[in-house]
């Protein structure tokens, strides 16, 4: 049972230790354990996590810089598993003084008072983070604090502290502060953060408020609103122990990885159209049609996957075929889908859906390589050379394509090549399996195509 008084917290055998202590010890300590320290995020371990695992030892804030969709706020967020479950506080306290060592005026008087009978209070974890994302109005109240029109009407004057009311930051006190998109933030504004950093106490209006805060302050920065929307003040960056850069995932596993997290799937959607979609994303971003400067997010493949899957039990609601299993047939209907996700060149204006249809065929051919061979489908290639016609689309049902096809040797490993060999008995994910190949041989130009209304023949 947690002590609920200040003489109940003293027996209890309780240590005081700083934010920054606490993030500290409970890091190195789950280092030492093996436990995983930042859950949920991917492709970081050898490159973002060890930089970020150094400021906190040191007991740095830290300003993330990176493009948008790189996990940046998640990584943030992450920060309040590293705190203790449970924090005793002075009951009632806008600003979570500790117990020990109250430091507003309220808590003071109330220690003064009661003593070792000061009531206390215990919050989670979860409550002792805070986060704003920074925007053009926002104020030093909003921040810092302001006057309290409120308790000044209610008889206080206006040389009383107890007439301020704080802001986000110092309700934070004792916990994670963060603030997205930092330089969005006006510079006059950045200004009132300079006293947060260095002496870790708060200024309002004319008050001579010493609270010193007990946080660690945690920003992130676009790197080209870093240099040209907006800045980062000189003296602000300055304050901030350390500069981290952040990147999207520099390998195609970690890409996979990252949309099967992260993707909400309706629909079963197969480890070969994820690698697809994943390759179609990781070429969008090096395409020089896009705007570099921009970046892709992660929120672009996490999005196709998600539509992927809908244009599958779209089909099997309207055909009855069960499960929902997507096929390649399903991965156009991202393109329209994803437009306004990304910014082109000015070069490339009117030719946007052709950047990316291209883009799609190129990550289609590379994952058929990495898959499948003409050699794993001549029995496919004989059918075709008999004059075989194949007609398919995203609401062709499974059946019928099969029925199209007709017994086809090596059909199983195909599957197993595709890495869906445990259904080699069910026709949808068979009816997949064989239109990523059906598309795989047309790219390689071992079969023709012909396309009209999202339908397309293969043969003939």
Known sequence: MRAATLGALRASGHVHRTVKEELRDNLLAAMRSGEGRFPGIVGFDETVLPQLERAIIAGHDVVLLGERGQGKTRLIRTLITLLDEWAPVVEGCEINDHPYAPVCGRCTRLLAERGDDLPVAWKHRSERYGEKLATPDTSV?????????????????????????FGLVPRTNRGVFAINELPDLAERIQVALLNVLEERDIQVRGYQLRLPLDLILVASANPEDYTNRGRIITPLKDRFGAEIRTHYPLDLDAEVELVVQEAALPAVVPQHLVETVARFTRLVRESPSVDARSG????????????????????????????????????????????????????????????????????????????????????LLQKFEEGLVVETGDLVPGTRLLEQVGPLP????????????????????????????????????????????GRAVYGG
């Open 296 to 379: 892709v997010s992660a929120r672009f493949s996490v999005a196709a996957v998600e539509t992927v899957a809908a244009s599958a039990l779209r089909r099997a609601a309207l055909t009855g075929e069960s499960p929902a299993v997507a096929r390649f047939s399903d991965l156009p209907a991202v393109l329209d889908t994803l437009l306004g996700k990304v910014e082109f060149e000015v070069t490339e204006e009117g030719n946007e859906r052709e950047v990316l249809a291209h883009l799609l065929r190129r990550a289609t051919v590379e994952t058929f390589r990495a898959h499948l061979s003409a050699s794993d489908l001549t029995g």
């Open 141 to 165: 109240g909003d921040l810092i604090g302001d006057i309290d029109p409120v308790k000044v009407a209610e008889g206080r004057t206006l040389g009383d502290p107890e007439t301020v009311y």
């Open 410 to 453: 090596g059909l199983g490993g195909i599957l197993d090549r595709l890495g869906m060999g445990d259904n080699v008995d069910a026709p949808v994910y068979a009816a997949s399996a064989l239109d990523f190949a059906l598309e795989g041989l047309f790219l390689n130009r071992r079969i023709s195509k012909d396309e009209d209304a």
